[in-house]
C-alpha cells in the first residue's frame, strides 16, 4: 500500500499510507506537512475543512469489527448448531457412515444402571450441576446397536432421573433404558467397529432449542457494521477517484533512506523510538498473537461445551485481543520520536531515525520563533509542555525526554534573557 501527498508527491508506505489527510478544500489527500504548510490547516476555515476524521473512523471501525467479529462467529455456530441439531433427520443406525455427522434415536442398554452423569460444583453464581466428560454406553434403535462416548460432549440436555448425589442443585443422569436423541460424529474403532461421539444429547429430539435471541443479539452485533462498512466504502472509493486524478502522471517523489544528521552539531540522544525495520517486525509479531489467540480461542470452544458456557475463555481471548490492538495503534500512529536533539546558535535542531518522520516533521527551530515554552494543564488527563511559535503555531514537546525539555528550556531563555536587547546576536557563525 502507498499513498503520495498530492501536494509534495512524497510516497507514503505502509502504515504512513493511512496517516494523509482529507483536504475538503483540494479534494485531495495531503501529508501533515503539507496539511500544515500549504493547505494552511484548512485554507482559513480552520479544521472543519480536515477529514482525518473520517480516516480515524475508519481505523475504529476495523478495530471494533475485530473484536465483533469472533462473538459473533461463535454465537452464529451455537446457533447454526442447535439449528442443525433440531431440524436433522433421524438416521438408523445400521444406515450409519464413519465421517459422518448424524441425528440419531435410540434405547440406552448397559450393565451399569447409571451411564452418564455429573457431580456439583461450587461457583461465584453459587452451586452448578457439571456433567462428566466421561461416560459410555451402547444405544440400539432396532436396525442396530452401536457404542456411544460422551467425551467430547458440546450441550447436554438434563436427564430423566435426579442425580442420586445431587444435593445442592437438580442435577441429572442418564440410565440404561432411557430412550435419548444424540447428535454424533461417526468415528470407527481400530477393529472397524462404528463409535458415536456424541456432541449434543437429550432426551428430546427439540431441546435444546435455538435461542432466537441469539439471532437478535448477531443483529446487534454485525447489523450496524454492515451499513458502516458500506459507507466506509463509498467514503473511500470516492475520496480515492478524486485523489488519483490529482496525482496522476506526476512521478512520486521517494523518501531518502540513506540521509544523515549534521555532523558539526553535539548530538544529544533523545527518547527511544521504534524503527521502520523494527515496525516491521513488530507489526508481524502481533499479527502472529493475534492469529494464535484466535486459534486458541476457537482450540479451547471446540475442546468442550457450548460457547455459552466458556464464558472465562471470551473474556480471556478479550482482553489478549485488546493486549493486541493497543500496541499496534501505538505502532501505526504513535511511533515518530525524534532519536536526538541539538542546540546552535541558530536554534533548536531535531532528529529523526524514521525518515517518514524526518518528511512530516520540523527538524529546525529558529530561537527567535519561539513565543513561549509552557506547562499546559487542562485536567487531569491533558498536561503537557507547549511549545508556540511567533507565527501561532504549536508544537507538543512531549516528544522530548525531560532531561532535553530542561535543556530546551533553560537555552531558550538564556538566549532570549541574557542579552538585553543589543540588537541580533553577533556571534552567528
Ligand atoms: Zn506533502
Ligand atoms: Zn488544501
Not at 482525518?52 to 455456530?77: D, E, Q
Not at 433421524?90 to 452423569?117: E, Y
Not at 479451547?300 to 457450548?306: G, V
Not at 473474556?315 to 485481543?321: A, H, P, R
Request: with cysteine; proline share 5%.
Amino acid at each position: 500500500m502507498a499513498q503520495v501527498c498530492a501536494r509534495c508527491h512524497t510516497e507514503f508506505r505502509g502504515a504512513y499510507a493511512f496517516g494523509l489527510y482529507w483536504c475538503k478544500v483540494d479534494r485531495f489527500f495531503v501529508c501533515r506537512r503539507c496539511w500544515e504548510e500549504s493547505c494552511g490547516e484548512g485554507h482559513g476555515s480552520g479544521a472543519k475543512s480536515l477529514s482525518f476524521r473520517g480516516i480515524s473512523a475508519l481505523g475504529i471501525l476495523a478495530i471494533i469489527t475485530v473484536l465483533a467479529a469472533p462473538w459473533a462467529g461463535m454465537i452464529a455456530y451455537d446457533y447454526s448448531v442447535l439449528r442443525e441439531w433440531t431440524a436433522a433427520p433421524i438416521v438408523p443406525i445400521a444406515d450409519l457412515r464413519v465421517g459422518q455427522t448424524a441425528k440419531v434415536a435410540g434405547v440406552i442398554v448397559s450393565n451399569s444402571s447409571i451411564v452418564f452423569g455429573g457431580r456439583e460444583v461450587d461457583t461465584d453464581g453459587g452451586w452448578v450441576w457439571s456433567w462428566y466428560a466421561t461416560g459410555s454406553f451402547s444405544v440400539t434403535d432396532g436396525s442396530g446397536t452401536v457404542f456411544a462416548t460422551m467425551e467430547r460432549w458440546w450441550e447436554v440436555a438434563p436427564g430423566l432421573h435426579l442425580a442420586p448425589n445431587a444435593v445442592r442443585t437438580s442435577g441429572t443422569v442418564y440410565m440404561s433404558g432411557d430412550r435419548v436423541y444424540m447428535m454424533a460424529n461417526v468415528a470407527s474403532r481400530a477393529d472397524g467397529t462404528l463409535v458415536l461421539v456424541v456432541r449434543i444429547l437429550s432426551p428430546s429430539p427439540a431441546n435444546p432449542e435455538p435461542d432466537p435471541i441469539l439471532l437478535a443479539f448477531i443483529a446487534l452485533l454485525v447489523g450496524p457494521l454492515i451499513p458502516l462498512w458500506l459507507w466506509a466504502g463509498v467514503w473511500w472509493h470516492g475520496r480515492a477517484a478524486l485523489h488519483r486524478r490529482a496525482v496522476t502522471g506526476i512521478p512520486p517523489v521517494r523518501i531518502l533512506e540513506g540521509a544523515y544528521r549534521n555532523p558539526n552539531l553535539s548530538w544529544r540522544p533523545n527518547r527511544k523510538s521504534i524503527s521502520v525495520g523494527q515496525r516491521k517486525y513488530v507489526a508481524i509479531g502481533l499479527v502472529a498473537i493475534f492469529a494464535a489467540l484466535v486459534y486458541l480461542t476457537t482450540f479451547l470452544l471446540n475442546l468442550h461445551e457450548r460457547s455459552d458456557e466458556v464464558a472465562s475463555v471470551l473474556v480471556i481471548s478479550f482482553g489478549g485481543l485488546m493486549l493486541v490492538v493497543l500496541p499496534t495503534l501505538w505502532v501505526l500512529y504513535g511511533g515518530g520520536l525524534p532519536s536526538a536533539v541539538a542546540f546552535s546558535e541558530r536554534g533548536f535542531h531535531l532528529w529523526y531515525d524514521n525518515p517518514y518522520e524526518r518528511q512530516l516533521n520540523d527538524d529546525f527551530i529558529p530561537w527567535a520563533q519561539i513565543a513561549k515554552i509552557e506547562f499546559v494543564d487542562a485536567g487531569r488527563y491533558e498536561k503537557y509542555w507547549y511549545l508556540e511559535r511567533t507565527t501561532g503555531e504549536g508544537e507538543d514537546l512531549e516528544k522530548l525526554s525531560a532531561e532535553n525539555l530542561r535543556a530546551l528550556t533553560a537555552e531558550w531563555k538564556r538566549r532570549t534573557e541574557a542579552p538585553p536587547q543589543g540588537g541580533p546576536a553577533a556571534s552567528d557563525s
